[in-house]
Nanobody, 118 residues
């Protein structure tokens, strides 16, 4: 599975950005996709994820501001980020979890930088 993330950039506080993550390769049996982020000097954290059935989970810090979605026909996941805050500054990574025999395997995209200025 290959994941290509795009859409990062520099914005001011209060503005919006939309990230995209295109999946390709052996994408069968992917049962969950998500966005994670790593602020400078901190550990990677979950931003939001979405199951094949459309169930979504959000970090408390992003609830009400971010919206995760998937377009199965395009094999693409999106993260609409609204009301951005300087604390949202981080490298954002897309993730796909695939069911395999005995468990599951995670795949990661290359990361896209989001910088929010105050």
């Amino acid at each position: 599975v290959q994941l290509q993330a795009s859409g990062g950039g520099l914005v001011q506080a209060g503005e919006s950005l939309r990230l995209s993550c295109a999946a390709s390769g052996s994408i069968y049996n992917i049962n969950r996709m998500g966005w994670y982020r790593r602020p400078a000097g901190k550990q990677r954290e979950l931003v939001a994820d979405i199951t094949n059935g459309g169930t979504t989970t959000y970090a408390d810090s992003t609830k009400g501001r971010f919206i995760i979605s998937r377009d199965s026909a395009k094999n693409t996941m999106y993260l609409q980020m609204n009301s951005l805050e300087p604390e949202d500054t981080a490298v954002y990574y897309c993730n796909a979890r695939k069911t395999i025999i005995g468990g599951y395997q995670n795949y990661w995209g290359q990361g896209t930088l989001v910088t929010v200025s105050s």
